[in-house]
């Protein structure tokens, strides 16, 4: 079982990113999957979650509006598209299976500078 992300990088202020969780060992559309964030010195945040059906997703207030969680269950990979992009934004992405016990990625350097 493992989840491998990628698409992080350094981007300018309002660009955009998608970042890509490709899963291993299960299927990501049988499970509740979200994107976390942790940036230095911070506690590690819950930013995006999407459920199994794939009918609800939830964010957290400082990304409404701006990022998009999303499944191809036919690549078996979990999406955060980040747009609108801010300094405050920088930070190591995760993805992670929601279960009885959590499955982590191993993060994604999301850096947004000028």
């Known amino acids: 079982v493992q989840l491998v992300e990628s698409g992080g990088g350094l981007v300018q202020p309002g660009g955009s990113l998608r970042l890509s969780c490709a899963a291993s060992?299960?299927?990501?559309?049988?499970?509740?999957m979200s994107w976390y964030r942790q940036a230095p010195g911070k506690e590690r945040e819950l930013v995006a979650s999407?459920?199994?059906?794939?009918?609800?997703?939830i964010y957290v207030d400082s990304v409404k509006g701006r990022f998009a969680i999303s499944r191809d269950n036919a690549k078996n990979t979990v999406y955060l598209q980040m747009n609108s992009l801010k300094p405050e934004d920088t930070a190591v992405y995760y993805c992670?299976?929601?279960?009885?016990?959590?499955?982590w990625g191993q993060g994604t350097q999301v850096t947004v500078s000028s």
């Open positions: 060992g299960f299927t990501v559309g049988n499970y509740l």
């Open positions: 992670a299976r929601r279960s009885s016990v959590v499955i």
């Open positions: 999407i459920t199994p059906s794939g009918s609800t997703t």
